[in-house]
């Protein structure tokens, strides 16, 4: 890594407009080295007006987040836009969650949020497709949004393999299928998707696709809390509760039959 960014640091020090974009957005969001707003924004605000797209790109988000000089609205639909007409599908992607929420200073527009998402769908972007997927679920199309979800989830990304989940564990938009719910829900959870997780600990816990397994679900809600899903934590004390109480009925079960044992003298 420390050779990789001597490499970076020497193509920027020679005026390479690419090196220069990346090293302030590794300095920016302190990849691989320690933050520093103020080398990685000169680096950023510089390549950005060079029109570089990468750069306008990133520095859009740091002002649409407000970093590290608080919210610019404007300036970060600005830069999204510079961006997006060049192509790139990151910037694409972000101007159509602009239009689609309403956000920095963007009126709401459903059907320009539409048209930015497809563009973005079609050079691959599994977001995007989510993203679409969406639109058509808040249009009750859950046959077309099922869809999209399915297409999305073919790259491995979490949240499409999430949803796909969802979809089939409530039947909208696809055959209800249990099993094929759980296996999804398991494959976005194995990429660290925390609700995806949870999911997998719920049917785990009432045997919804699989086998009742309260250990397994017990671990299920452990890893989920550990990523920060909020659930996470009651559902942990409640499999831990009906474990407790499991375990304790079990053990009683083996007294009585030990004193059976010790009473009947048929085993004697």
């Known amino acids: 890594m420390e050779e990789a960014l001597e490499a970076l640091t020497e193509a920027a020090e020679q005026g390479h407009i690419g090196a220069r974009s990346v090293l302030g957005s590794i300095y920016c969001f302190g990849r691989a080295v320690p933050l520093d707003y103020e080398k990685g924004m000169q680096f950023l605000i510089e390549t950005a007006d060079a029109n570089h797209a990468d750069a306008q790109c990133n520095l859009a ?10 919210p610019d609205a404007s300036q970060a ?27 920095c200073d963007v009126e709401q527009d459903l059907v320009r949020a539409k048209e930015l998402f497809e563009a973005a ?16 679920d808040a249009e009750g199309d859950h046959i077309g ?3 999209l979800y399915k297409r999305a989830a073919t790259s491995g990304y979490s949240t499409a393999l999430h ?41 785990n816990a009432v045997g919804q696709g699989t086998a009742v397994n309260l250990v397994h679900a017990r671990a299920c809600f452990e890893r989920a809390q550990n990523l920060g899903f909020a659930n996470a934590s009651v559902a942990l004390k409640k499999v831990e509760k009906k474990l407790k109480k499991t375990k304790t009925q079990h053990v009683s079960c083996i007294t009585c039959f030990v004193l059976k044992l ?5 085993w004697l």
């Open 61 to 70: 988000f740091m002002c649409q987040q407000g970093i590290p000089f608080g």
């Open 77 to 103: 639909c600005d830069l999204y836009t510079k961006a997006a007409d060049q192509g790139h599908v990151g910037a694409i992607f972000n101007l159509a969650c602009l239009y689609r929420d309403g956000q």
């Open 121 to 136: 769908a079609a050079k691959g972007h599994a977001a995007a497709l989510c993203g679409l997927a969406g639109l058509h």
């Open 145 to 147: 949004s099922f869809k």
């Open 163 to 203: 949803n796909v989940a969802c979809a089939l564990r409530s039947g909208e938009g696809v055959e209800r299928n249990m099993e094929m719910a759980l296996k999804y829900f398991e494959a976005a959870a194995a990429r660290g998707h925390g609700k995806a997780q949870y999911n997998v600990g719920c049917m």
């Open 262 to 266: 010790q009473t009947d003298t048929h």
